[in-house]
């Protein structure tokens, strides 16, 4: 069965977030499991500085304040000792890309920790920071915003059943995290979590046009059982340029289409004659008067059929290679990484 190979090369993690007795512990518990996979990585996320609510770090101090569950911690309103990192990441972006984890949120009950704000800086960087507020950088993007957006929301009385699929590129440029989970007292589907609940995406764009800078693209869907449609991904995500020059504008995720539709919506298996899978590439365009039209593409991320089975992959389940999320195709390699989202 042939189906693309990667334009990357790329590694994986697959994480469970062992259930709690309360949100808040197992909330603690997946913030700490996210840190330590995404900078475990080869030319992973690195940190700068961190605050665990009782110390704040200095920029580029590079210690982890953050090497126990009980060092995040949430608070809410801002203003208030709480936890946050910041970390470096390797888009290509023309300055070093980096990203604060502010852990904004829910301030008591069981419920504590259902929130976070992310916010991204493509080059200037992070500076300041105290145990009561975050650092702030001056061409800074909120992606997540702790006053509206969920974190491992799924559940009211206890944390159960969520992990985390984590894919960095050898090069660090493409970093993915997607994290899902049950309902409480909700039932897995074999291996797959019942809603999936939040991805995070900080993708250097390929075949840029010629002349164009080199684009860096970063978005927070805020996924749940109804992302499966162009719209809601355009709608409910956050995809932006965040290179200096042409400056910073909205952009969209493209595809080719027929009748209104993704043209893979219509193609229901491999091609007659050639036996090949078509995968429905994903553009990156922009209506914005200073960056209009199609700036290039996705690295290994593709369309896919909404109604083809969750998780499915191909070429074979055995061994993966793309594995099925909503309506994208992203990379998997069950050898290295496991069967996903196992918890």
């Known amino acids: 069965m042939a189906v693309p190979g990667y334009l990357k090369t790329w590694q994986f993690a697959n994480v469970s977030f062992p259930a709690q007795a309360t949100n808040i512990l197992g909330r603690q518990n997946a913030m700490r499991l996210i840190k330590d996979t995404m900078v475990a990585f080869t030319n992973g996320w690195a940190i700068d500085y961190t605050c665990d609510s009782s110390v704040a770090g200095t920029k580029g101090d590079n210690v982890d304040r953050w090497d126990a569950d009980t060092d995040c911690v949430w608070v809410t309103p801002t203003g208030s000792p709480h936890s946050w990192a910041v970390f470096d990441i390797g888009l290509s972006t023309g300055g070093q890309a980096q990203v604060c984890i502010d852990l904004l949120g829910a301030a008591s009950g069981s419920n504590s920790g259902d929130s976070i704000t ?93 002349g164009a800078p080199a684009f860096a693209v970063t978005a927070t869907p805020l996924l749940s059982t109804t992302w499966g449609t162009v719209a809601t991904w355009n709608d409910a995500a956050v995809w932006a340029s965040r290179e200096t020059t042409p400056g910073n504008f909205v952009g969209f995720a493209s595809g080719e289409g027929i009748d209104s539709q993704l043209l893979i919506e219509r193609l229901r298996g491999p091609n007659t004659f050639s036996g090949e899978w078509y995968f429905g590439g994903m553009g990156f365009v922009s209506e914005a008067a200073n960056a209009q039209g199609q700036h290039g593409i996705f690295k290994d991320m593709y369309w896919a059929q909404t109604d083809m089975p969750e998780l499915f992959m191909l070429p074979d389940v055995a061994a993966g290679r793309w594995v099925k999320v909503k309506n994208v195709w992203l990379p998997w390699d069950v050898a290295t990484a496991g069967q996903p989202r196992v918890s």
């Open 118 to 210: 992310l916010v991204f800086s493509p080059s200037a960087g992070f500076t300041g920071g105290t145990v009561n507020d975050r650092p702030t950088a001056t061409d800074e993007t909120v992606l997540k915003s702790g006053t509206t957006d969920n974190f491992l929301a799924v559940g009211t009385a206890s944390l159960l059943d969520y992990s985390g699929m984590f894919w960095c590129s050898s090069d660090g440029e493409n970093t993915r995290i997607l994290l899902s989970g049950n309902s409480e007292g909700g039932a897995s589907s074999g291996n797959l979590k019942t809603e999936t609940d939040d991805f995070w995406g900080f993708e250097t764009i390929g075949s840029v046009v010629a």
